[in-house]
């Protein structure tokens, strides 16, 4: 299973799927002969008797069929209303060789997509990975004109687009709705270009919501099993209304098709990037300086609080508006400006979209107690250097183990320090881990470093000796592990 983009690249061929049937048969169960007997006595074959079915009124059946034709015109009226506004957009490469798909899915230079329009004066929302790199960027309308933009401004953290097409004229532009306001089990429509194919129109329901899947930075998908193919990206997601409430941008797929998992933008986010984007040239997002998890069951058990409600702060950055406001570590946040938080990416989501200098309240659970602290968004700075992906070197001298754990490690210089951006004297570097052992189920991988366990800093590989022969090993402990991905609290089973 794989996440992929859903813009078509390059040429696709026809894909045929077998379905293979099979069939359950109930056999006899064999029973114990009496004793004294050799008869052999077989139960009788069990069978299931479907429910008479209930015979409707001619006006019954008149009522049903009704109801589909009402939904099929609805259907029908909505794609008449939006498909004006729906585009084609071609990537086009000074070399068309270079048009394909990656190995994994993804795009590669070039290539067709969707867009819709959003102002009548030409501007286009679609997706960044639609119009990324240095090819041309062109137009077609739904009516058959074609256009070369002269616009193209991208958000890569939320693969979000915004193109200008010039001198166009008589352009039908959607209507913008509310992706709040929409909910799991409702009907919606996607329009795009799939495998090239323009102006199709598919149905289904919105499956989930927030959801994150590892595509962009800044995500908070809706996910929708309509179909949505290669070519569909950019394209946009209506409610039964013909309001535009979100942009088609990825398929969970093992075929490279359609599987009915597709996520799509949630239209609030998008067109609260595209204001950005036209108004300053960039998306001018604000930030508190915390890392943060989900409470699952484990942390919920440790931290004695119900699991799924509010996120833990595992990091705040120093001189942080989260730290001037006095956020710690270990604290649980509940609400953010009076908005109940629990998912990661919709928590983000909020402090991205905050007003920049503007007092928020955030309501936090400390040991137990409730607390309200007044914190004021900076504006987000750029991201320091990172190591790339390289390895850490564990190749040191100090260092201990613990078997009962699976786990060794070691203290760490001022280079890998830099990587992780603490401090040389905070937390020990694991060094290795037995496979199997009990760190290596709960995730613990070498080249992270255990700054805390059970709420107790680590400052030193003889401290962590000491409080690891103080701690009783038959319960479980909490450690607060920092790695290149950020903080994190790990649980370790008993």
Known sequence: MRIARSTRMGCIACMVTAFLLSTVAIGHASTVPEVGTTKNTLTPSVTFTAPPLKNLTDS??????????????????????????????????????????????????????SGVIIDPSGWIMTNNHVVAGAGSIVVRLHDGREFMAEQVMTDPKTDIAIVRIPNAKNLTAAKIGNSNGSYVGDWVLALGQPFGLESTVTAGIISAKGRGIGLSDSENHIQTDAAINPGNSGGPMVNLDGEVIGINTAISSSSGGSDGVGFAVPINLANWVANQLIDHGSVQRAFLGVGIQPITQKLADHFNVPPKQGLLITHVLPESPAANAGVRTGDILLKFAEARVSAPNEFQTFVERAKIGQTYQLTINRNGTLQNLNCVPQSQPNRPDESGGKQINTSHSNRTSSGRLGIRVGDFDSTVARKMGIDASEGVLILAIQPGGQAHRAGLVPGMILTEVNHNKIESLSQFNQLMSELNLDESLLFLTKSQNGSQFVVIDS
Not at 69 to 93: D, G, W, Y
């Open 60 to 113: 019954e059946v008149k009522n049903a069929i009704q109801s589909a034709k009402n939904l099929s015109q609805a259907f029908r009226h909505i794609s008449n209303q939006l498909l004006p506004s729906v585009v084609a957009i071609e990537n086009r490469t000074e070399n068309p060789r270079t048009t394909g798909q990656t190995p994994n899915g993804m795009p590669s230079r070039g290539g067709v997509g």
